[in-house]
């Protein structure tokens, strides 16, 4: 693709950083129809967040058009807000069905979502961990305030399995104060030991402000200060697409 700068990044197989966000979101939309037009019964992991939706969008544009199926796919969820009912505005699982579910026309039967609502939130990880680990052939990610990915927050060990979370005030800032969320302070979340599993993985990113997290997941030391870091321990099959904003730092 056009002007496309390749870093040579001393873990990560793929750094790609693009002049715009319009290609950085295409260029993630063709890597994910390829994967799926290779693998039609590939299981994926979809992020949510607003980095997500114009990529979702041009899959269900190329599904639309009949350039690809994903009617055999297996979805996965990343996160959820605990307790949140799926009813709710910002529920990820409302996202996920008006963004992708819906959208890509994924068998319900093969829709795994975890449950913001269940009385006790460890047997719900712990049954969710269960379905989720070891079969993920693609996880798709995006990245937040300091490095989490998922809702995997500053310390939490590499290994962790789908927990329950308490967020940082640096996210909850971000989601009450300049999202005007109604969340709660808690989330459900695949762990960094689940998602590092995934045969793939494709962290996206875009805009000035994802700049200095980008920077300290792949410069700065591998540690659970930045749990994006973990990602290059298993830098092999990571692939990261940002634009020039995004990777500005790392350059
Ligand atoms: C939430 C999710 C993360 C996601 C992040 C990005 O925090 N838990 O998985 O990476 O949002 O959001 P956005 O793309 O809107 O910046």
Redesign the pocket.
Known sequence: MERVHQIHHPEISEVLVYPTKELTVKSASQEIIELVKLNPLASITY??????IPVYENLATAVDRGLVDFSQTTAFH??EYYPYSQERKFSFVKFLNNYVFGPLKINPDNIHTLNGIAEDPHIEAKRYDDLVSKRISLAL????PRG????NERNTPFDSRTHLALLSNE?LHRDIVERSQDTPNQALTQGIGTILEASQILLIAYGIGKSSYIREALINHISEFCPASALRLVGKKVTVLVDEKAGNLVK
């Open positions: 992020a949510t967040g607003d980095t997500m990343l996160d990610l995006g990245i937040d989490h990915i998922g809702f996210t």
